[in-house]
């Protein structure tokens, strides 16, 4: 766990660096905000592209050799980003990006999935998913402090380096499950078997409004507090990192919520869909309390409150995803969820960019963020009714086990 926390830190440290960057780059470049959103949302177009062949993968590849090639693919590009002489470059260096990222969650699920038993397959969830706000949460201040010693170029640089040396590590550390003789038999599952089932496609859009609400604050907190708080690049850099230290608490506390709630007697779905729903609704209302918010701070209060809400619903999503899919299939089930929540987060980056240009105010593109939290929330609350089987028309697992023992 402690090696995916560190491989998945490093992965939004990558993927966040563009964000806190943004206003160097758009002023070098001579970028419009409209050509800033495209750019920031280049690196989801690729990484939701590869969701469903890397989701195959996971379930037919070995984690360490998926995912340690993924990290030196992604810190290459990460580097090259420093490089780019334009916006083309930029947003080929990005593409490039989403490639490489594109694995790590599906081979997450895949490896909590194989080591973890799973009354605490919910917490081991939520540590992984951790890093989607542990790495956002340190990022601005490292980002920031590389920018003010070696330029924004050279703060890619250092950290395409870094994302090597963490790739040796997880080579040099990890070590893949042995298969056992007792371990449960991994039937396969077709795709068309699993796309058949209402309950995955319910997973995938309810995940685009949660993707759509994290990543707006990945792409354009920096900026909001730049542009729409009137702080300065170092002021900003520093207090974006608050609210996802409260993102990092609320991912491992949606993690221990679903493992709670499951000893408690609920289903393992149902144990999964109460901190996801309540956690969409509570983010979404202080999105919009933001919008209100008198002063900086207090939208910092606020932005902060709805971030430890959407990421106690992002650790629920991963963890459902381990627990509604046949073994066989937790990286497929995984991978389409998530490229549902990166179509969202493809589509915030852009949109913000322009009601912003239209209205040069972060009114508009924050209550269209609660919005989409809440519309996720529905979805999950009222399409996720049953777990996905590997035969839709079986008894589910209960029932199969009342037979056998009646046949006993």
Known sequence: MGLLLAVGAVNYVDRI??????????????????QMGVLLSAFLWAYAAAQVPVGALADRTRPRRLLG???????????LTGLATGLPQLIGARLCLGLGEAPQFPVAARVVRGWFAEKDRGLATGVFNSASTLGPAIAPPIVTALMLAFGWRGAFVATGLAGAAVAIAWWALYRDRPEQADAEPLQPTGWLTLLSQPTLWAMA?????SGYVTWFYAAWLPS??????????????????????FGFLGSLAG???CDRLAKAGLTALASRKVPLVTGLVAGAAFTGLAVAAPSAWLAVAAISAALMFANVATASIWALAVVAAPAAAVGRIGA??????LLGGAAAPIVTGLLFEATHAFAAPLALT???????????????VR??????????????????????
Not at 69 to 79: I, R
Not at 370 to 384: E, I
Not at 393 to 402: C, Q
């Open 17 to 34: 660096a563009l964000s806190v960057a943004a206003p160097l780059i758009a002023a070098e470049l001579r970028l419009r905000p409209s």
């Open 224 to 245: 909001y507090l730049e542009t729409g708080r009137h702080l300065t690049v170092l002021q900003a850099g520093w207090t974006a990192s608050i609210p996802f230290a």
């Open 205 to 209: 859009i309810g995940n685009f409004g």
């Open 336 to 341: 389409v969820q998530n490229m549902g929540g």
């Open 387 to 408: 777990e996905i089987r590997a035969d839709p028309v079986a008894p589910p697992p209960a029932r199969r086990e009342t037979l056998r023992s009646q046949q006993s």
């Open 69 to 79: 090639g993924a990290m030196l693919l992604w810190s290459g590009a990460q580097a």
């Open 370 to 384: 609660a919005a989409a939290g809440l519309a996720g929330a529905l979805v999950y609350l009222l399409g996720v």
């Open 255 to 257: 993690g221990w919520a």
